[in-house]
C-alpha cells in the first residue's frame, strides 16, 4: 500500500467516522428538545453566552449571524434589520425600484 493510498483511506474512514457520530448527536439533540424543551433551552442558552464570551458568533439557519444586544463581534450592530429580511431582499427590492 502507497503513502497515498494510506492516507485516502485514513482521510475516508476519518470522514465516515464524523458523520456518523453527527447522525448520533443530531438524534440525541432532537430528542432531548421533544422530550425535554425546557432542559433544551436551558443547555442551549449556556452553550450561546459561553460562546459569545470566547468571541464566537452563532449563524442562524439562513447562515447570518445571530446578533444580541450585548454582542460586540456581531456585524451590523447598529442597523435595524428585521428578522424576516436578508441581504439578497435588500438586493431584490433596490433592483425592482422599492425601499430596502
Known amino acids: 500500500m502507497t503513502d497515498l493510498d494510506r492516507r485516502t483511506k485514513t482521510a475516508i474512514n476519518q470522514a465516515i467516522h464524523y458523520r456518523n457520530y453527527r447522525r448520533v448527536r443530531d438524534r440525541a439533540l432532537r430528542r432531548l428538545g421533544q422530550e425535554n424543551p425546557e432542559r433544551y433551552r436551558e443547555l442551549l442558552d449556556e452553550e450561546r453566552a459561553r460562546d459569545e464570551a470566547e468571541g464566537k458568533a452563532w ?42
Do not use: F, I, Y
Open 59 to 100: 449563524l442562524d439557519l439562513s447562515g447570518r449571524t445571530m446578533a444580541t444586544d450585548d454582542s460586540t463581534n456581531a456585524p451590523n450592530r447598529g442597523s435595524k434589520v428585521s428578522l424576516g429580511q436578508t441581504g439578497s431582499d435588500n438586493l431584490k427590492a433596490r433592483k425592482l425600484g422599492g425601499e430596502a
